[in-house]
């Protein structure tokens, strides 16, 4: 079964968002469209032969505690770590010099997209392994990064992250692990940490946790907060490796995602746990940051990516499934249509693909901001950045929130046979629900959006952002057919200054009602942001129209772009103005530190 359009990916990499401007850049000048696009070719045939299959096997069998301390996952798990390892889908985006191929972040999560519709779970692992490893990198030891980094990027070793504690949830400022100096570095450890993915499961030799906690006398909230690797087992310098009293005290059983371990993680019950420091005392949570950050974007992606799964396999459902005859037919002895013929369906369907592809359009955005932020110089590394700051909290969650919906839409192009297992629909719904919670939940998105991301630099970030709107729209102004996008996506940007001109007065004043309503701000510059995409997308499309050029794709890809974009400029985009409404209403039915109307 089809699970994702490597046509529209490669209409990302190649007209929308050319990845080859990148190679004119020092860091990525060793490569080229033709090995670029060959590799991730090669991500599709491995997603195909090891990924795919095990799709539904995972969640039948899934990880399981066997009461020991140890986590049972499916056999395929460890062939699935280890093919992504030799050929490069740890260690690919990864430096030169420690052992990477130094590929644009474009291409690595190009591939990981295809992982990601094949096979989520599974994926998971050493998408960890990857982001653990370039913290280690980043701000790690000489020494450290020797020893953990190397057998990390072969697939032995899992990395992970871990945050949360049972008390303290997403509030990183309550954690109360211990961290108590022994010397060189060396700190003892103990504490708890919860829904810690892929803390420990049968596929890997050994697990490095790269843990905040708090050494003793820190200050409190989050500036008394460090970073430290905590390997289950510790590697000696002569290779060999002894127990470091890491014990996996439970996995999670979950909704979905069930063949990825999500653990409960107990360090130094006998009071033999060592971490060793990463970087500065106290600086840990900057530094945990950037794997965060990274995540948001991956678990972003990921949602779109399990969301194009079940449109595409919604989608040749519809092609196949015969069932009823269109109202204007009267005849009940004409043979049945197929679904797709029926409006509603049509409806749905293309919802799903505006979701979709919009998303996945925002991610490759996304990672070329991350590479141009990480490779470029001066003025185009900052405004990047910034740029890249404020799309993070709105990647993650509209591709978490919207692909569930699609998800949700996919079922429903079923029918009753989507809300069975035999068909995959169900399990990507259940996969994806996940997403609008790892990494911070859509209010904390909303949150960190709107209490910071758009002031930030004195609302620089926020202003590049509108400019880049703005722009698009221009080049689709010049394009007669266009015009009445352009003109809908400026009034998107002069709603996002409305409403913070309304909402702004309440900064100083009255900063919990501002953010109050911080997830419905986030729901309304979504669709504008989404929107921007699409506008994209169609004016790369319909350039091809206009010149006749078909050698990358064909008309009726260029035109189908187009239409989904009028499609969701008429059937989303209106959303927008909703929101505005409830932002801007001077009744006020939330009340902060109070509780009404919840009796």
């Not at 470029?376 to 890249?388: F, Q, R, T, Y």
């Not at 930030?456 to 202003?463: R, V």
């Not at 703005?470 to 394009?479: K, M």
């Not at 959303?575 to 009404?596: M, R, S, V, W």
Request: glycine content about 8%; overall charge neutral; some cysteine.
């Amino acid at each position: 079964m089809k699970y994702t359009n490597m046509d529209f990916l490669k209409f990302l990499l190649q007209e929308v968002h050319p990845v080859e401007e990148l190679f004119k850049l020092k860091r990525f000048s060793h490569v080229n469209w033709e090995q670029v696009w060959m590799m991730v070719e090669s991500a599709k045939q491995m997603a195909d032969r090891d990924m795919a299959p095990y799709l539904k096997a995972m969640d039948i069998a899934p990880a399981r505690y066997d009461g020991n301390g140890n986590v049972v996952t499916h056999p395929q798990l460890k062939t699935i770590i280890r093919q992504a390892a030799d050929q490069g889908w740890i260690n690919g985006s990864a430096s030169f010099e420690h052992g990477g191929m130094q590929l644009p972040l474009m291409i690595f999560n190009a591939g990981h997209h295809i992982f990601q519709a094949a096979n989520n779970g599974s994926q998971g692992y050493f998408s960890l392994s990857a982001g653990a490893a370039a913290l280690i990198t980043s701000f790690g030891s000489e020494a450290q990064i020797r020893r953990f980094v190397p057998p990390i990027f072969d697939g032995k070793w899992q990395g992970t992250m871990a945050l949360t504690e049972p008390q303290a949830g997403s509030a990183l400022s309550d954690i109360t692990t211990k961290a108590t100096p022994l010397g060189d570095g060396l700190y003892q450890i103990k504490g708890q940490k919860i829904f810690i993915s892929g803390g420990h499961h049968s596929a890997c030799d050994n697990f490095v946790h790269l843990t905040l906690a708090r050494i003793d006398g820190a200050p409190a909230g989050t500036k008394g907060i460090s970073l430290f690797i905590i390997p289950k087992l510790w590697p000696e310098e002569d290779g060999t490796l002894r127990d470091n009293d890491v014990f996996c005290a439970g996995d999670f059983q979950k909704m979905g995602q069930k063949g990825y371990s999500t653990t409960h993680l107990v360090f130094g019950d006998l009071n033999k746990c060592v971490g060793w420091l990463v970087g500065e005392p106290h600086h840990g949570l900057a530094y945990m940051f950037q794997m965060m950050n990274e995540a948001r974007i991956g678990v972003g992606q990921t949602a779109a990516s399990v969301a194009m799964a079940a449109y595409q396999a919604a989608l040749q459902y519809a092609k196949e499934r015969p069932q009823g005859r269109l109202a204007s037919e009267k005849d009940p002895l004409k043979p049945s249509t197929l679904i797709i013929n029926h409006p509603d369906v049509q409806r749905m369907l293309l919802t799903q693909k505006a979701i979709v592809e919009g998303a996945l359009s925002l991610a490759m955005e996304c990672n070329k901001l991350y590479d141009l932020a990480h490779a470029a110089e001066s003025e185009v590394k900052h405004n990047s950045w910034l740029l890249l700051e404020m799309l993070t909290p709105v990647m993650k969650t509209y591709a978490s929130e919207q692909g569930s919906r699609a998800a949700a839409l996919a079922i429903q192009t079923f029918g009753g046979y989507g809300y069975t297992v035999d068909f995959p629909a169900e399990q990507y719904y259940r996969d994806l629900k996940i997403m609008s919670i790892y990494e911070g939940t859509t209010g904390i998105q909303s949150l960190d959006l709107l209490g910071r991301k758009v002031w930030m630099d004195k609302g620089k970030a926020l202003q590049i952002l509108l400019n880049e709107m703005t722009s698009v729209a221009g080049q689709a102004y010049a394009l007669e057919p266009l015009r009445t996008y352009a003109k809908a996506l400026d009034k998107e940007v002069e709603r996002v200054n409305t409403v913070l001109s309304h909402l702004g007065q309440f900064t100083r004043t009255d900063i919990d009602r501002m953010l109050s309503d911080s997830t419905v701000f986030m729901e309304m510059i979504s669709y504008g942001i989404i929107g921007w995409q699409w506008l994209k997308l169609a004016v790369a499309a319909f350039g091809r129209l206009q010149t006749g050029d078909f050698t990358r794709q064909s008309a009726a890809f260029y035109d189908s772009q187009i239409h989904t974009m009028k499609f969701f400029f008429r059937y989303e985009l209106p959303h927008a103005e909703a929101c505005q409404k409830t932002l801007l209403d001077p009744q006020y039915l939330i009340n902060p530190g109070q509780i009404k109307g919840l009796a």
